[in-house]
């Protein structure tokens, strides 16, 4: 039988999960290698930990690589600080690779100091950030969907349509919403939601004062096209 991957992720999830007792499960411990060390099989744990450390030095990777051009990308649109606009003679951002390193070298004394506190406040900070981009996601092909309507479009012009719309992207929502009010109700979790939303309010609070107020810094909308262009790009 053939699965896609979130089929086979999902019943992956069912294995453990009927495996390894919920109170048994911590953050410390790879739910594999319980799972493995439980049945008795020989060197599993040992191999599932190199597979483990191979991933996490590729998603490390690809997380510096991520936020070094991120901030390249703000430092030449005058929303981070100009060093990191910096190019060496290869071409590549060296400065924000350093500092983008910098940080991620930090985060590795997670695995030494506190490890139940401050390794399981950044993986709740992170989950709620993967929560927002896919509820940020819905809202834009909500409102996407509503004004490509409005505007005289036709869904049968769209590539992709979203069934059972809008209660898909809907249900999004509110489960999504569902799984951040989870949070503020677990001990474990509420402080890295209260500093995770704290923290994105504060970035927005900046953006407004610094560009809200001038309207070259708008993005604009181009009716007769539908292209969204900001006025640095029309340059």
């Given at each position: ?110 695995s ?11 993986l ?73 939303l704290?923290f ?31 006025p640095?790009?029309?340059?």
């Amino acid at each position: 039988m053939n699965c896609t991957p979130i089929v086979r992720q999902h019943l992956i999830i069912v294995v453990l999960a009927a495996l390894i007792p919920w109170r048994k499960a911590g953050v410390v411990q790879s739910p594999f290698i319980a799972v493995f060390d439980s049945v008795g099989i020989p060197f599993a744990a040992d191999i599932m930990n190199l597979v483990i450390l191979t991933a996490l030095l590729s998603v490390g990777n690809s997380g510096l690589y991520v936020c070094s051009r991120m901030l390249w990308s703000l430092s030449q649109n005058g929303m981070a600080p100009s060093v990191f606009g910096k190019l060496n003679s290869r071409g590549v951002p060296f400065n924000a690779v350093l500092f983008s390193l910098l940080f991620s070298l930090v985060s590795l004394l997670t695995s030494v100091v506190s490890v139940e506190t401050i390794f399981v406040v950044l993986l709740s900070v992170n989950g709620l950030e993967g929560t927002i981009s896919w509820m940020t996601i819905a809202l834009s092909q909500y409102n996407f969907r509503r004004q490509f309507i409005k505007t005289g479009g036709g869904v049968k012009e769209l590539k992709y349509k979203v069934p059972l719309f809008p209660l898909i992207p809907i249900l999004c929502l509110v489960l999504c919403g569902i799984s951040m009010l989870f949070m503020a109700f677990d001990p474990a979790q509420r402080s890295s939601l209260v500093v995770g939303l704290g923290f994105m309010g504060a970035c927005y609070l900046y953006y407004f004062i610094r560009y809200g107020k001038s309207i070259k810094d708008k993005i604009i909308l181009k009716e007769d096209h539908g292209e969204v262009t900001t006025p640095k790009s029309r340059v």
